[in-house]
């Protein structure tokens, strides 16, 4: 059974160019993780300065697996050769859920 993984992010209006900067330029950091299946930044419309960060994984342990080692890595570093950088958000809350039903569109 898959499980979703919400980020929550606050990010003050002035920053959010800079966090979706720095989604785009991680393009494809996350997509050949092991049990990796997808991954969307939704920015808000209206009402909220929150981000989600939506990724879905095979399984708990594929996720925990991704933390650990490459995502733990790629926040401890700004790069090769870079200074660690201050983080656009100023708030992240993590949200667990179990996939139960799914559909997509009709063929």
Do not use: C
């Amino acid at each position: 059974m898959s499980v979703v993984k919400i980020n929550v992010l606050t990010v003050p209006a002035e920053q959010r160019e800079v966090l979706e900067q720095r989604f785009a330029s991680r393009a494809g950091a996350v997509e050949g993780s092991d049990g990796f299946e997808w991954f969307e930044l939704l920015r808000p419309v209206e009402g909220t300065d929150q981000y989600l960060v939506y990724t879905r994984w095979r399984s708990e342990e594929d996720f925990k697996a991704w933390m650990e080692g490459p995502m733990k890595a790629a926040h401890q570093h700004g790069g090769e050769g870079e200074a660690p950088k201050r983080p656009a958000a100023s708030g992240s809350t993590l949200w667990s859920f179990e996939v139960v039903q799914s559909a997509g569109p009709k063929a």
